[in-house]
Every structure is written in C-alpha cells, then in structure tokens.
C-alpha cells in the first residue's frame, strides 16, 4: 500500500484505547489531539472544531511527521493547529 494511501484513509492504522490524548480551547476553537500509531511510532494527528451558524465543523489535520512517543505528536498536532487556526480562522472549514 502506498504512503498516500496509507496518509489519507486507504490503510489501516493501529489504534488502541481511546485516540484522543489530550483537548484545549484555543481562541474558539477546541482541539483534540489524536493518537495514530504506526509501525511502532506516533503520527502528528488533531482534529479542530467550532459551532459556526447552529452547525459543528471539523477539520482533521494528519501530518507525514513521525515521532517515537504519543507525546510528542501531541506537542507538535497542539502547534500545528494553533498555526492552522492563526493564518486561516474559519476558512479550514471551507
């Protein structure tokens, strides 16, 4: 199976327990980081919501970055989608 295929969906990702590590509110938005192991190391992984107009949008943010822990996906899937949020507010869910 291809790393694209594999990044987007087509493949199957080991999960165990509960997958979200870790929620914060920032500036409206509530972020969920996601735990997706992979071959014995942690994908950047984080989910982003917001009420907009009676209605919840998400956006699913996956990352080609690997790291060795859950916890420093975590750090890193936390500052991605703080920088998402900054440079493009309420167009991620467009």
Do not use: P, W
């Amino acid at each position: 199976m291809s790393f694209f295929s594999k990044l987007f969906g087509g493949g199957a990702s080991e999960k165990s327990g509960d997958d979200t590590i870790e929620a914060v509110v920032y500036e409206g938005y509530r972020i969920r980081s996601i735990k997706m192991q992979e071959g014995g190391q942690y994908r950047v992984c984080a989910e982003i919501s917001r009420e907009l107009n009676g209605e919840e949008k998400t956006h699913k943010l996956i990352r080609a970055d690997m790291c060795s822990s859950a916890e420093d996906a975590s750090e890193i899937a936390m500052r991605k989608a703080k920088q998402m949020i900054k440079e493009q507010g309420d167009r991620l869910f467009g």
